[in-house]
């Protein structure tokens, strides 16, 4: 270890608490919060011959934690944005453009009619397009949806992973409308 690790160790018992309820405050997820902490004071170690004493020891540690708090959010946008450019051209069949919007001759005719839940007729036809999909995909579905329960809720109760949950939304939501393309005749 370095030749301030003593010190260190006394920050850590200073401060720890601390540093970990402001990584908390920030994530909101107790296991990020305790690695983004273990992670900082890594850091001090590593870095503690450039520490200047001339600024107090916790808000260099609280600097160290903030820019490891900003690494860990930009991390978790590119990979959102992996997971979401995952979501190919393949799984849309042509249903959107660029820009992810619905492509002119792409929407049907039953979209335009905004009293469709309104219709036993509709509802019923909907419902054996629900139950066409798989479990998991109604479930989400259902919760998103229908019981408008917010994504971190339903991850959590569906122990599935934020980008995986945003998938089986779209993918769900493409299977529906095939479904419905296909079974739904306006009389």
Known sequence: MQSGAP???QWVEQYGDDLFSWAYYKTRNKEVAED????????AVRSYDGFKKQSNPKTWLFTILNNKIIDYYRSAAHNRSV???SLSSEDDDGLFDKHGGWLEDSQSAWEEDTHLLDRPEFLKTLEGCLN?????????TLAKFFHHKKGKQISKELNIS????????????LQLKKCLDLKWKDE
């Open 7 to 9: 010190e260190i160790s």
């Open 36 to 43: 983004l902490v273990q992670e900082s004071f890594l850091a």
């Open 83 to 85: 997971n979401m450019s």
């Open 132 to 140: 066409q999909l798989s479990e998991k995909h109604k479930a989400v």
């Open 162 to 173: 934020s980008s995986n949950l945003w998938q089986i939304v779209h993918r769900s939501k």
